[in-house]
C-alpha cells in the first residue's frame, strides 16, 4: 500500500463551501440566538450582533481560513508553523473539538428520539393522559411553578427519565444508549471516507434544514397569534445596548457560532486547491450563517405568539434558552397545530440535519490532525484510514455513555457550560495573538497574495492588527468578571461538580502552556535564542519556507493526511482552482 503523497482536496470547491456552511450552522443558531435577541432588546440586538459580526466574524474567519488553506495542514501543524511558541493552541481546539463532539452527539440523540416518537397520533407531548404524568400536569402552560406541562414531562420523565441531581447517577437508559449508537453509525458513514464522502452529504445536510425553515415559517406565519410574537422579536427596544452584556453576549454568539477557535473550519480548508479564493467562501459562510440564526428567530417566534394566543399568557413567560427550547416549548407549539406529526417530523428532521453537519466538522478535526501527525505509525496500526476513524468515533461513543444515563441532562449541562463558555474563550485569545501578532499581519497578507494574487484591503488589515485582539481581550475579561457557575434550570451544581467542571474545561486550556514550554525545551541554543526562535514561523519545521507546490508533491512526507488508503487521486496542478 502506497502512501499518497499529495493532500487530497474537495472534489469541487461548493462542497467545501457547503460543508463550511453546515459546520458554522448549528443547534445554536435554532436555540441560542432567537432567545439571545429577545433578551437583549428584541431587533436591538441586531445592531451589536451585525457590527461584530462585521468587525470580528468576518476577519477572523478570513485569517482561519487563510492560515488553514495556505500551510494545507490541520490547525495542530498549522499553529506550529505560523508560531511554535503557541502551538498547543492547535492541540487545544482538537481536544475542545473531541469533548464537544462528545456531548453535541447527546442532542442528535434526543433529537431521534422525538424523530421516532413524533410518528404517533396522538404525539405523546400532546396530553396528560400517559403512565409517566404527574398530578400537576397541565395541557396549557401557566404562570405556576407547581405545575409542569405535557411537553415539560415527556422531556424529563419519559425521554430522560432524570434524577433529582448530579449526586444520583440513575442507570443507563438503554433506549437512548441504542439511538446514541444509531447515531455514530450514521455520522461515521458519512465522513469515513474523509472530504470525499462528507463533500456529498453535505448537498442534503446543508441544504435541506432551510426548505424546512421556510415551510414552517410559511406555515406558522398563517397562525393567529403570529405577528405578535414576530413583533415581541424584532421590535427594537433601545435602552438595553446601553448594556456591556449585550455587546459581550452579541460578540460570544458570533464566535461560537461561526466555530471561530474550534479549528474546525481550518481543518476542512487546509484540503482546499491552493489558489482558491478564500474572501468570496468567508463572505458566503458568515453571511448564510447570521441569515439563518435571523430566519430561525422569526420561525421560533412566530409559534411563540401562536402559543400566547392559545394560552392567553405573555411570551416573556414562554421563552426559554438552550435545548428547552428545542425539546420542550416548540413541540407544545405543534401540539396544537393542524397535521401537527407532518411538522414534528419535519422539526425533527431539520435538527438532525443541523446537528449532524456541525458534529462532521467536529470528529474531521480530531482525524485530520492525527493524521497530520502520526500518518505512518496510524497507518502501520490500523492498516486502513477508515478503521482509525471508525476507532474515533468508538472511543467518542463510549465516553458519551454518561450523557444517556438518567443523569445525563447533567453532565450535558456541565460539559456545555465549561466547553463552550470557559474553553473557547481562552482558545480563541491565543489564536489571535499568535496569528495577528506573532506571526503577523503582513506575513498573512503575503501569503493571501501569493494564493490568489491580491492583498487584503485596509480595513482586514486593521481588524487583525488592532480590532480583534482589543475585542477578543475586552470579551475575555468580562466573561472572567461576570462568571456564574454552572446550573440546569433552578439546580445549582454542588462544588464537587463544579470542580468537574474545571477539570473539563482544563482538558483543552492545559494544551497551551505545555505546547509552549515543549517548544522552548526542543529548540536550540540560550533561553533567549529560543524564546526568539520560538516567535518565529517555520522554527520547527525541517522545511524552510517554500511555496505549496515544492512543499507538496515530489517526495514522501509524513505529515500529510490521507483521506482513503485505497484511492489515488491525480495530483491537482497548483494553479487549478476547481471553481
Known sequence: MEQQLNRPTWSRQIEFTLAAIGCAVGLGNVWRFPYLCYRSGGGAFLVPYLLMLLVLGVPLLYMELTVGQYTRRGPVHALATVCPLLKGVGIASVAISFILCIYYNVVITWALYYLFSSFQAPLPWQNCNNTWNTPNCTNHATNSSLSSTASQEFFKYKMLEQTSGVDEAGVVRWELFLILLLAWVLIYFCIFKGVKSTGKVVYFTALFPYVILIALLIN??????????????????????????????????????????????????????FNNNVLKDTLTISIINSATSILAGFVIFSAFGYMSHLQG??????????PGLVFIVYPQAFANMPVSQLWAVMFFCMLLCLGLDSEFA???????????????????????????????????????????????????QLMDHYTAIVSILFLAFFEVIAICWSYGVNR?????????????????????????????????????????????????????????????AMGSIIWIPLGAVHTLWVLPGSFMQKLKLSVTPYALNEKPKMPYYERGGGETHPGIAVISSDIQLPEKPPIQTNL
Open 220 to 273: 406558522n406565519a398563517q397562525l393567529p397569534g403570529a405577528l405578535d410574537g414576530i413583533s415581541f422579536f424584532i421590535v427594537p427596544k433601545w435602552d438595553k445596548l446601553l448594556s456591556v452584556e449585550v455587546w459581550v453576549n452579541a460578540a460570544a454568539q458570533i464566535f461560537n457560532s461561526i466555530g471561530i477557535g474550534y479549528g474546525s473550519l481550518m481543518a476542512m480548508s487546509s484540503y482546499n486547491s
Open 313 to 322: 399568557i405573555p411570551i416573556s413567560d414562554l421563552a426559554v434558552d438552550g
Open 362 to 412: 467536529m470528529v474531521e478535526v480530531m482525524v485530520t490532525s492525527l493524521m497530520d501527525e502520526f500518518y505512518h505509525h496510524l497507518i502501520t496500526f490500523f492498516k486502513r484510514k477508515e478503521l482509525f476513524v471508525l476507532a474515533i468515533c468508538g472511543a467518542a461513543c463510549l465516553l458519551g455513555i454518561p450523557c444517556v444515563m438518567q443523569v445525563g441532562v447533567y453532565v450535558f
Open 444 to 504: 498573512l497578507s503575503d501569503n493571501l497574495e501569493e494564493m490568489t494574487g491580491k492583498r487584503p484591503n485596509i480595513f482586514f488589515r486593521l481588524c487583525w492588527l488592532i480590532v480583534a485582539p482589543v475585542l477578543v481581550t475586552v470579551i475575555l475579561i468580562f466573561s472572567i468578571i461576570q462568571f456564574k457557575p454552572a446550573r440546569y434550570e433552578d439546580y445549582v451544581f454542588p462544588p464537587w461538580a463544579q470542580g468537574v467542571g474545571w477539570v473539563i
